[in-house]
């Protein structure tokens, strides 16, 4: 099964599926699934806008509503997460997943799936540390707080997850695991993005809470983004007293959706071919969702996760085989994803701009279905009843604004992790975009709508330079054995050194320069361009 994998979107659903495409065309082949790994953007009009953490001068229409609307439809099944720059209020609609625009496909805060027999799980957002123990309480309109902690990684997402028992194929996070980068080539990536080296040196660079399902799930691959450059790494696990074998995992981080970026990855991925073709529900999942169901928490209040220190009656939520055939009874063997598709929200009508358009907090149908048949509680009516009761407040207090600016924990209480550096807090990373700017708290009540043209251009051109990369993802940790890693991070070598290898080589790339350097780098403020391709070319 031929699998492509996308880095931050960032909107261009276009551009990338026109990629796509042009790929199939040139290399004859047929893919089968997109997975993108956050910053999708399924903005659908002008409120979903301003509900997007972005500066209001990169709030731009772009393509999804054309998706949401019927208009176009995907060319292939797509699967993303979310991430920290994203239509907060539609997908917290979804918090159990569910479908954004027909085939495309949303797996909530956190979630599993199957496809083909590929059992694919991902976990939204990116980890702040002072977010982390709190309930899922933010609901639309947000103020200049919620609209970032709404992003942020919980830890019953992540308790959730740590239930699993069977193997996970795929993996997929926004933010990095913390310590991935000392399974790769260290050396390349700081060349590449030399900013990055006082938080890899101190091992503080990337999210804790992902870098401990890491260990846990031990899944064959595992795919991140935000931080805009491509890198590989293969990280051996220990081995289980359980298991016979020891297991690795195939860590692949991407760039952004611009031309000459290495954002798209083609991997072949073994399957079922017995399988369903359609995607389906995990049992295991079902099952670890129904046995957590109580400690759903819809308040600011920070709290553990059930453990075994003496303080919990229970602490073990993993699905037993009976729990799991529970689950298979109830839906008569059928797991098939019901493709129940609504429009909950109007879409944007370039005639007919509404620039004032105010969001508001929906119940979407496809949640309220997925509850009802499972006897799940639907977070969002769970927060709606306690605003009503008046347990559960809509906004920070005014002195609470300043908790976003120290990442290093909760001013509450302690965190369970000693620092928070996954947004790149100590450095300043000059590619990604710095929401505190420019007396940026105006931009919550500001928009600007620039629609795609309704004759967008060709982006073949910019996008066209496809071409082949080694058999392995396996890169050296030895940072004075770069022979292999530089092979696979460089768009590599001679025509006749690709052509030799063609037919031992299983993965394809998309890119042009992908050290795309070109003299000194002259930025003045953190990713100025990183929507606009002819900026960016200039900066990075």
């Known amino acids: 099964m031929k699998v492509a994998v996308a880095g931050c979107c960032h909107g261009a659903l276009d551009k990338m599926y026109e990629t796509l495409e042009l790929l199939q065309r040139r290399h004859r082949l047929r893919l089968d699934l997109l997975l993108c790994c956050g910053d999708f953007q399924a903005v659908r009009n002008e409120a979903d806008l301003r509900c997007m953490a972005v500066p209001a001068k990169y709030r731009h229409m772009q393509a999804f509503h054309r ?41 909530g805060y956190a979630g599993v799936v199957k496809y ?45 997850l740590k239930q699993l ?37 101190s091992n503080t660079l990337g999210s804790p809470a992902a870098s401990e399902l890491l260990q846990h799930l031990k899944p064959t691959y595992w795919f991140s983004a935000h931080l805009h450059v491509k890198f590989a790494a293969l990280m051996q696990h220990q081995m289980d007293t359980k298991e016979q074998l020891p297991k690795a995992t195939k860590f692949l981080a991407l760039d ?22 359609s995607l389906e529900y995990d049992p295991e999942w079902l099952a670890v969702l129904k046995a957590t169901n109580d400690l759903i928490n819809v308040t600011q ?24 055939k529970e689950v298979l009874e109830e839906v008569n063997h059928n797991l098939k994803i019901p493709v129940n598709f609504s429009l909950t929200a109007a879409c944007y009508d ?17 949640t309220t279905e997925f509850c009802a048949q499972f006897g799940l509680i639907d977070i969002n009516n769970k927060i709606q009843q306690a605003k009503e009761e008046g347990s559960v407040r809509g906004e920070y207090e005014e002195e609470e604004e300043e908790e976003e600016i120290d990442s290093t924990g909760s001013a509450e209480e302690p965190s369970e992790y000693n620092t928070d550096s996954s947004g790149l807090s100590l450095s300043i990373n000059p590619d990604e975009i710095m929401l505190d700017e420019e007396g940026g708290d105006e931009e919550l009540s500001t928009c600007s709508v620039d629609p795609s043209p309704d004759h967008p251009p060709d982006f073949s051109a910019s996008f066209s330079d496809i071409r082949i990369m080694p058999d392995s993802m396996m890169v050296s940790s030895d940072d004075a054995m770069d022979s292999t890693s530089e092979e696979l991070e460089k768009s590599g070598g001679s025509k006749q050194t690709e052509e030799k290898s063609l037919n031992e080589r299983s993965l394809k790339r998309i890119g042009k320069n992908e050290n795309g350097n070109s003299g000194v780098k002259k930025i003045k403020r953190r990713n100025q361009a990183i929507y606009a391709a002819e900026e960016e070319d200039k900066v990075e």
């Open 165 to 201: 028992k069977q193997p996970m194929d795929i993996f997929m996070s926004h933010d990095w695991p913390r310590s991935i980068y000392h399974f790769g080539n260290k050396k390349q990536l700081l060349k590449k993005k030399s900013f990055f080296r006082q938080e890899v040196e």
């Open 350 to 366: 370039p005639n007919k701009p509404q620039r004032h358009l105010e969001p508001v907090h929906v119940i979407s149908p496809q």
């Open 256 to 277: 952004k959706c611009l031309p000459h970026r290495d954002f798209l990855q083609i991997i072949d991925i073994d399957h079922d071919p017995n399988a369903s073709d």
């Open 301 to 324: 209040n920070s709290w553990n996760m059930p453990e075994n220190n003496g303080l919990h009656a229970k602490w073990d939520y993993s699905a037993t085989e009976e729990a799991i």
């Open 67 to 107: 998706y949401y609307s019927g208009e176009k439809k995907a060319p292939v099944l797509t699967i993303f997460i979310g991430g920290n720059h994203e239509a907060s209020n539609h997908l917290q609609e979804l918090p159990y997943g569910g479908w954004v625009a027909p085939s495309i496909y949303y797996l």
């Open 116 to 160: 083909r027999g590929v059992r694919i799980g991902g976990i939204s957002g990116i980890f702040k540390s002072h977010d982390y123990r709190k309930g899922h309480f933010e609901c639309p309109p947000y103020n200049r707080q919620t609209i970032r902690s709404a992003y942020h990684v919980r830890n019953i997402e992540v308790f959730k």
